[in-house]
């Protein structure tokens, strides 16, 4: 299984502002996701990131509110803009492995006051 | 579309009780099922999975038996512990559709010394 790693591990972040949260994997995979996870909910996928192409996004996610890069196989960032309250979640990064597995970041904590 | 209806909880145990979650799925093909955990403050990690039918898949005295003929993925462990709390999250991926992972909605176990 892949080792992930995500920074922040948490932050506090006024309204208005943007984060960018960074996911590190220990070896190269194509396929890279990012999730979100709302206080006591459980995961919803925002978008998919394919080295070299442009994430796809699901619905109700927007590339300008969450941008997100993919510059190599081993790396992808997401950018969570213009933040409200409502954006304080969880997110999580990660990796497919054999048989349809994903591997999961510790995530990183977010809150939006 | 795929889709994963999982008991929610919470659920609260004593210690060396019986645990039962009752996970069922709608998918088309032939998905892969997953068993996640978070513990407090973490993020997921795949506690064990199951490829085809009647695979059953194991795991720190964890159980869950791919059971095709009722689209079920029920997890089990005869004797639970107070290290074993946490949110539990049924998932699926794959089938027709090969990319996309679905989670229930998460059951929070709690155990009581």
């Known amino acids: 299984s892949a080792v992930i790693s995500q920074k922040p591990s948490r932050d506090i972040c006024q309204r208005g502002t943007s984060l960018t949260i960074q996911c590190q994997v220990d070896?190269?995979?194509?396929?890279m996701f990012w999730y979100r996870q709302q206080p006591g909910q459980s995961l919803t996928l925002i978008a998919t990131?394919?080295?070299?192409?442009?994430?796809?996004?699901e619905s109700g996610f927007v590339i300008d509110k969450f941008p997100i890069s993919r510059p190599n196989l081993t790396f992808s960032t997401l950018t969570v803009s213009n933040m409200s309250p409502e954006d304080s979640s969880i997110y999580l990064c990660?990796?497919?492995?054999?048989?349809?597995?994903?591997?999961f970041g510790p995530g990183t904590r977010l809150t939006v006051l | 579309g795929n889709s994963v209806t999982q008991m929610e909880g919470p659920v609260t145990l004593s210690e060396e009780a019986f645990l039962t979650i009752n996970c069922t799925y709608t998918?088309?093909?032939?998905?892969?099922l997953f068993w996640y955990v978070q513990y407090p403050g973490e993020g997921l990690q795949l506690l064990l999975k199951a490829t085809k039918a009647d695979d059953k898949g194991s795991n720190k005295g964890f159980e869950a038996t791919y059971r095709k003929e009722t689209t079920s993925f029920h997890l089990e462990k005869g004797s639970v512990q107070v290290s074993d709390s946490a949110v539990y999250f049924c998932a699926l991926s794959g089938g027709s559709n090969n990319n996309d992972m679905r989670f229930g909605a998460g059951t929070r176990l709690t155990v009581k010394p």
């Open positions: 990131a394919n080295q070299g192409s442009e994430a796809t996004y």
């Open positions: 998918a088309t093909g032939y998905p892969s």
């Open positions: 070896s190269q995979v194509t396929m």
């Open positions: 990660s990796v497919k492995g054999g048989t349809d597995t994903q591997y």
